[in-house]
């Protein structure tokens, strides 16, 4: 609903990710579907075809102020049981769809699936349009809600015509790559190609469970004693790199100085470093024009690198017991 209400502040932020390096302007369409609108009690006042409409012309227009792609997204719906829902769940992809693509979007994605079979539902929907579609699950190395492990969720959604896979949302970086990692021995297996794809959160969280981070008694209003910092992408960025992944970004948490670390990052690959980073010194660099001897000593990568941060809270445990 920012985008009705909050046109200029959407499209600022959609700008800082851009300076900071991002190709794709995905729209802010998550959970933009009239069963969600209804459960929110805002569906008398507004309808989700507004909503994407206007996600879309704001993802257009600073796409163009950057030669960058646009990125129209579905998710998961409120009415998934089992295979009794198939028709409605694919129903309301495609009321979204007809909005996507009245406003031409580059590609599509299905992301933060649960189940498996409803993004199989939803991938079957949008490669109808016949634009490139992605889809990404919001699971664990452990597998999908039905506990389908990572490498059949992948060649599941291949087969129904995505061409890019992988993660987003629910866990930290680590454990995403490690799904995304057996999605990828998933997919040899099989002889299947797929473009890979990893948009972690921006939090560390190994303490939770398949449930992911909204298990953690912090979330959702007390995470920040757990954000990643930029130095912690520069690594998940590498790693993500070495790994096969190609299309790498962020999901919750992430900011866009989180996005400049990992354009920052692969920057020798793409041969260019992002706009947001050209009054920044790489790797503290800056640090070198301190007063203070001991401040100018950390403009180096290796301090960085090899830093052990403090959380500054005493009494805090460095994990937690999830509730779920």
Known sequence: MYSLCFYSAVRQLHREFLRAGADVMQTFTFYSCDDKLDISGNAPNITCQQINEVACDIAREVANEGGALVCAGVSQTGVYKDRSSESEVKAIVKKQLDVFLRKDVDFLIAEYFAHVEEAVWAVEVLVTSGKPVASTLCISPKGDIDRVCPAECAVRLVKAGAK?????????????????????????????????MIQPLGFHCPDCTSAGYIGLPEFPFALESRVVNRWDVHKYAREAYTAGIRYIGGCCGFEPYHIRALAEELAPERGFLPPASQKHGLWGSALEGSSKPYVKARASRSHWENLKPASGRPLCPSMSIPDA
Do not use: F, S, W, Y
Not at 172 to 188: A, F, H, I, R, S
């Open 164 to 196: 890019i896979v992988g993660v987003n949302c629910h866990v930290d970086p680590t454990q995403c790559l490690n799904t995304v990692k057996q999605m990828k021995e998933g997919l040899d297996t099989a002889g299947l190609r797929a473009h890979l």
